[in-house]
């Protein structure tokens, strides 16, 4: 569904998006609306989830025509151009939540704000829609003079929420507990909100499911994840698998995932640059096997700029 009553003087999210992600902006309820820090209002356009048990997941990112998302050693790389930029900062503000992992936000200290979208009229009484930052660091890496929190201290954006795994006796001595404690409270004292999650006793990773679980009882009802590269083959695995031919399953253990037991990511949404990273380059799919690799149908192609953008639903 198209925007076919906005306010025709403010500037509107790609048609490309709001078909996608089924949506329709009004007056009422358009991305530029921003009620500062408190919960997202019901008013808000958001992409609906088909379960209340978790937000809608859109994973996005863009990558070289290799497939590389990142330089050598996770180096920050400007892959998309300022067409499809603007078109995910848009994105952003049709999301309640934004996600990156610790890797990218220590690499590249994101603002994951709306800065390059286009000025609102003069005298207009509102900024536009910021999603909640949300950083996933299991062991609280991040850094209190981030950029995430000095904006929320400036007041140029949310507060962030940092999600890490609780400390337990069975798995930590005293002197790390401790150290995570003054970890965790120098983080509050800057800004943040700690968010504790449950981690995987042998693995000690936070899982997928888990954290979409309590981000929905904290009031998330759509979540944007932009990386980085073991972010997004975390959720690449968390999604309903593609089928293997009988034929070619023989001697393989069943993932016992089917598509009618969960749905973890709903929409895909990748930028294609016309570059080539390189073999150093970092990809996302590196270690991501055939058998889990998930399943997704092309539903449309749009053309920002020199970029290609590819969208994508669960199947």
Same mark, same amino acid.
């Given at each position: 569904?198209?925007?076919?009553?906005?306010?025709?003087?403010?500037?509107?999210?790609?048609?490309?998006?709001?078909?996608?992600?089924?949506?329709?902006?009004?007056?009422?309820?358009?991305?530029?609306?921003?009620?500062?820090?408190?919960?997202?209002?019901?008013?808000?356009?958001?992409?609906?989830?088909?379960?209340?048990l978790h937000p809608f997941v859109t994973l996005t990112f863009a990558q070289s025509l290799d497939a590389k998302i990142a330089g050598a050693?996770?180096?920050?790389?400007?892959?998309?151009?300022?067409?499809?930029?603007?078109?995910?900062?848009?994105?952003?503000?049709?999301?309640?939540?934004?996600?990156?992992?610790?890797?990218?936000?220590?690499?590249?200290?994101?603002?994951?704000?709306?800065?390059?979208?286009?000025?609102?009229?003069?005298?207009?009484?509102?900024?536009?829609?910021?999603?909640?930052?949300?950083?996933?660091?299991?062991?609280?890496?991040?850094?209190?003079?981030?950029?995430?929190?000095?904006?929320?201290?400036?007041?140029?954006?949310?507060?962030?929420?940092?999600?890490?795994?609780?400390?337990?006796?069975?798995?930590?001595?005293?002197?790390?507990?401790?150290?995570? +404690?003054?970890?965790?409270?120098?983080?509050?004292?800057?800004?943040?909100?700690?968010?504790?999650?449950?981690?995987?006793?042998?693995?000690?990773?936070?899982?997928?499911?888990?954290?979409?679980?309590?981000?929905?009882?904290?009031?998330?009802?759509?979540?944007?994840?932009?990386?980085?590269?073991?972010?997004?083959?975390?959720?690449?695995?968390?999604?309903?698998?593609?089928?293997?031919?009988?034929?070619?399953?023989?001697?393989?253990?069943?993932?016992?995932?089917?598509?009618?037991?969960?749905?973890?990511?709903?929409?895909?949404?990748?930028?294609? +640059?016309?570059?080539?990273?390189?073999?150093?380059?970092?990809?996302?799919?590196?270690?991501?096997?055939?058998?889990?690799?998930?399943?997704?149908?092309?539903?449309?192609?749009?053309?920002?700029?020199?970029?290609?953008?590819?969208?994508?639903?669960?199947?």
């Open positions: 569904m198209s925007a076919t009553t906005a306010d025709p003087t403010l500037p509107q999210p790609p048609a490309f998006l709001l078909d996608l992600f089924r949506l329709s902006v009004s007056p009422e309820s358009h991305p530029s609306i921003y009620y500062g820090d408190s919960d997202a209002s019901s008013n808000q356009p958001s992409p609906a989830s088909a379960t209340p050693g996770g180096r920050q790389l400007i892959l998309s151009g300022k067409e499809s930029m603007v078109m995910t900062h848009w994105m952003r503000t049709l999301h309640d939540a934004i996600l990156v992992g610790i890797g990218t936000a220590a690499n590249d200290d994101p603002q994951l704000n709306t800065r390059h979208l286009p000025p609102l009229p003069t005298g207009y009484a509102h900024s536009y829609r910021l999603p909640r930052p949300v950083i996933l660091d299991t062991n609280l890496r991040l850094s209190p003079d981030c950029k995430l929190l000095k904006n929320y201290r400036a007041g140029r954006g949310r507060r962030p929420w940092v999600v890490c795994a609780p400390q337990t006796p069975a798995r930590d001595d005293s002197a790390s507990t401790e150290a995570f +404690a003054r970890r965790a409270a120098t983080l509050q004292a800057a800004g943040a909100r700690v968010v504790e999650v449950a981690a995987d006793d042998t693995t000690g990773l936070i899982g997928v499911e888990d954290l979409l679980i309590v981000l929905r009882e904290l009031g998330v009802r759509s979540l944007m994840v932009e990386g980085g590269a073991r972010v997004i083959r975390s959720f690449l695995e968390a999604a309903p698998v593609k089928p293997v031919p009988a034929q070619e399953n023989l001697g393989r253990e069943s993932s016992g995932r089917t598509g009618a037991e969960k749905k973890i990511v709903d929409a895909l949404v990748v930028t294609v +640059a016309p570059t080539i990273v390189g073999e150093a380059g970092v990809s996302y799919s590196s270690g991501l096997l055939e058998d889990k690799v998930p399943m997704f149908e092309h539903v449309r192609t749009g053309v920002f700029g020199s970029d290609a953008v590819l969208a994508l639903v669960s199947r």
